[in-house]
Every structure is written in structure tokens, then in C-alpha cells.
């Protein structure tokens, strides 16, 4: 059997392969943004594609402290317009 790559999701903490997870990117910009292709550059935390843990995520502060940077609102409805839209690629 084929090894699925796994990460964790900052916010349940819970391992999970990784195509279940959102990437979630500091670009070298300096832009928080979902990376929906696992491929973009730049320092990346995985969060699990459920608004719970998304809020959850926010609440500790997970997201900002993997990234080392205070996620925008801006970053903050893209990431919720992923997880509404379940792995729509438009963004
Ligand atoms: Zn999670």
C-alpha cells in the first residue's frame, strides 16, 4: 500500500492525509492565502476543511503563530469561502 502523505491540522491537532487538509500559505508578499494546489511557496500551516476547526483555529490563535503573522479578515473569508465552497479551486 502507498503511503499517503499526512500533516497535522493546527487547530484538533489531529493527523490527517493531506489532500483532507487546507494549505494554508505566507507568501513571501507577505499574503495569507488557501492553497488550493499544495504547490505555492512560502511558509504553510494545514487546517482540516471544517468550519470548526477553522473557528477553532481562530479562537487559539493557531494560524497566526505557525505563520508568524496576525491573519487579515480578508484572509480570514477566504479561507471560510474554501471550506463553504468543499475544495473549489477558484480562489
Ligand atoms: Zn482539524
Redesign the pocket.
Known sequence: MKKVPMRM?V??R?MKPKKELIRVVRTPEGEIVADETGRKNGRGAY??R?EA?LNKALKIRALDRALEQPLSEAAVDALRQVIAGGGNEAL
Do not use: F, K, N
Open positions: 491540522c487547530a484538533c489531529e487546517l482540516c471544517s476547526c
